[in-house]
């Protein structure tokens, strides 16, 4: 579905639309975190997104946002229980990022920006693709933060890196920071290749240019 | 949804008016207020069914956590080390044995009050024990579990288990590094101002064996901690000496 590949790269939450940023930074540096933390996004924003646009039209307008946090809040109220009670050593490292998917711009956004004007499938999609785009983006970062800081993957220690020295700044915030940023510029300067690219070879070719 | 299981269609338009702000206005703030009432109990109450389904299982996991603090302390079990539930709970059985004493309380886990409980080692005279440290941090009560040696008089490890203090200043007292600095202080002396362990300026303890760098920033967690380390120490001397085992 085409609302689906949106959010994945051209309306990307991460790296597009620079949303979610202080938990991209808090988990990425390690693999394990940055999934569940990606599960439980995925879960909360398609969730929500469904939940408040099967809501939109019987929501009293002036509490319209009152009502998108309460149901928020209720959906990552639901993921901090499963996880104190089947993975706690996990929520105890995730710590209070579980709780700050509430404040997370992204399941917010996609909620005012979509959900409250469409239709229930289709807001679902629209969260599901906004949370798998946070995931991949933070993913890439983790796989990169967790070997170079802490010479482990998923927690099993790398044979072939064993002698690296380890980059401390990749464990801490500001590796988060430059890994981040990093991305966005490569992501974004593939972009523009591509544009330009699709421009040029428009031209060239003497066609109409081709509407979105 | 339950605001949409009516069977009168007449009623689910009324209701999409309202929600757009428009008709009566009065029906429209009842309208209001009746739909956050109703939407918050929904809600509200999902949430709390789905807690006590599964209320049991993280009981169970604070359960076993708080023991595997204690197998730690008393070294029967490494930082790092990974170990069931059920595992822990048979070490637990086997090596470590609970000491209540009555007639004295003690500040549990929970932050509730509880009958003095601490730990050593089954069948052996080893002095190494797990006491109770509790008192006010800066935020909040603070809760923790002290090892000590009473052979050498010294503090081999020490573990908060729970406490509301400031992430990166107060709540650094949880980290690693920070419990590290207790270790190897000894307790056997009060110094002029009736303290054992004394709590100083972060970088001016040197090779102290009485005093701990503090946390920078965290001055009021600071003197919390001292002040209930101490206390913590005090009581259980005074309840071994006085046999009250």
């Known amino acids: ?212 | 949804m339950s605001e949409q299981n009516q069977d009168n269609p007449g009623i689910l338009a009324k209701m999409r008016t309202y929600a757009s702000g428009h008709g009566n206005p009065n029906m429209v703030r009842l309208y209001t207020i009746i739909y956050v009432l109703v939407i918050t109990a929904f809600f509200g109450g999902a949430v709390s069914l789905l807690n006590s389904a599964l209320i049991k299982y993280k009981l169970e996991n604070e359960k076993v956590s708080q023991q595997q603090v204690i197998l730690k302390l008393l070294g029967l079990m490494k930082e790092d080390q990974d170990l069931s539930a059920k595992d822990t709970a048979s070490i637990f059985e086997d090596k470590v044995e609970t000491y209540t004493v009555e007639g004295r309380r003690m500040k549990g886990t929970d932050g509730k009050s509880a009958e003095y409980t601490y730990y050593g080692l089954k069948g052996s005279e080893s002095g190494l024990y797990v006491i109770p440290i509790w008192g006010d941090g800066f935020w909040g009560l603070i809760v923790g579990r002290l090892a000590i040696d009473t052979s050498k008089e010294e503090i081999t490890g020490i573990d908060f288990v729970r406490h509301e203090e400031t992430p990166g200043l107060g709540g650094r007292i949880s980290d690693e590094e920070v419990r590290q600095r207790f270790v190897g202080k000894s307790y056997a002396t009060k110094d002029a101002e009736g303290l054992r362990i004394d709590l100083v300026a972060e970088g001016t303890a040197g090779d102290s064996k009485t005093k701990v760098d503090a946390i920078t920033g965290a001055t009021g967690t600071s003197s919390g901690v001292e002040k209930l380390l101490n206390a913590g120490i005090d009581l259980f001397i005074e309840i071994r000496k006085g046999g009250e085992k």
């Open chain 1, 1 to 212: 579905m085409s609302v689906l590949k949106r959010m994945l790269w051209e309306e990307n939450p991460v790296f597009v639309q620079i949303l979610g940023i202080c938990s991209a930074l808090a988990v990425t540096n390690l693999v394990k975190n940055t999934m569940v933390m990606g599960v439980g996004l995925i879960f909360t924003t398609a969730l929500s997104s469904f939940t408040v646009s099967a809501l939109r039209s019987y929501t009293p307008r002036r509490v319209r946002m009152m009502v998108q946090i309460l149901v928020i809040a209720a959906y990552v109220i639901m993921v901090k229980i499963f996880l104190d009670a089947f993975m706690p050593d996990i929520s105890k490292q995730l710590g209070a990022y579980v709780g700050l998917i509430i404040t997370n711009c992204i399941v917010m956004g996609r909620a005012e920006g979509f959900a409250a004007s469409n239709t229930p499938g289709k807001s679902f999609i629209d969260g599901l693709g906004a949370g798998i785009g946070y995931t991949m983006v933070l993913l890439i970062i983790a796989c990169v933060r967790e070997p170079l800081g802490l010479g482990t993957f998923f927690g099993f220690r790398i044979e072939a890196i064993e002698e690296w020295t380890r980059w401390n700044v990749m464990v801490i915030a500001p590796g988060g920071f430059f890994m981040l940023a990093i991305f966005i510029w490569v992501a974004r300067y593939v972009n523009e290749e591509i544009d330009r690219r699709a421009r040029a070879g428009n031209n060239c070719d003497h066609h109409e240019p081709k509407k979105k």
